[in-house]
Antibody, heavy 119, light 107 residues
């Protein structure tokens, strides 16, 4: 079945960077964009951006421009999201999700990766 | 950026009752680009409805979506115990935005 499996929880200090991975299986990795969405504890969903695994093209939400980088390794069907200059407000669960073309809805989602930023 | 507003914030209902959730957009949204998700505590969101009214694979027919333009609705015809959760609408215009969510809890 189609599945996205993310890397484990991370604890980072303010100012550091974090890189979260998202391994796809059950479908052709290069055929669907991967999006990243985060959720602070008890809060709603916040879209961060997308990446086309075939071309490597990306598009980032304005809020994260300059701080986020989305990449991929097609040989292992894995997408990555790196967020730099971390601050406490970046503490959240980060999700990857496969985007369905033609409507830009997300299915399925990864299980989520908790990133905690604390000194 | 298109802003989505969901109402009510919390809906307290009993199993077997009907739930009606609203999602209103600040600008017109193409129906093709409106989706609904369900999220339970400690879990990732799950796609319920796409294209405003099409059920995702495996979603029971008690879930239905409707609407167009700026007003969209998710209806759960008869609440089952597993339906108590938070529901989010999502749109794609020039970028992706989510509504703040409606929590459906047990009365």
């Amino acid at each position: 079945q189609v599945q996205l499996v993310q890397s484990g929880a991370e604890v980072k200090k303010p100012g550091a960077s974090v890189k979260v991975s998202c391994k796809a299986s059950g479908y052709t990795f290069t055929s669907y964009d991967i999006n990243w969405v985060r959720q602070a504890t008890g809060q709603g969903l916040e879209w961060m951006g997308w990446m086309n695994p075939n071309s490597g093209n990306t598009g980032y939400a304005q809020k994260f421009q300059g701080r986020v980088t989305m990449t991929r390794n097609t040989s292992i069907s894995t997408a990555y999201m790196e967020l730099s200059s971390l601050r406490s407000e970046d503490t959240a669960v980060y999700y990857c999700a496969r985007e369905i073309p033609g409507g830009s809805w997300f299915d399925p989602w990864g299980q989520g990766t908790l990133v905690t930023v604390s000194s | 950026e298109i802003v989505l507003t969901q109402s009510p914030g919390t809906l307290s209902l009993s199993p077997g009752e009907r739930a009606t959730l609203s999602c209103r957009a600040s600008q017109s949204v193409s129906s093709s680009y409106l989706a609904w998700y369900q999220q339970k505590p400690g879990q990732a969101p799950r796609l319920l409805i796409y294209g405003a009214s099409s059920r995702a694979t495996g979603i029971p027919d008690r879930f239905s979506g409707s609407g167009s333009g700026t007003d969209f609705t998710l209806t759960i015809s008869r609440l089952e115990p597993e339906d108590f959760a938070v529901y989010y609408c999502q749109q794609y215009g020039s970028s992706v935005t989510f509504g703040p969510g409606t929590k459906v809890d047990i009365k």
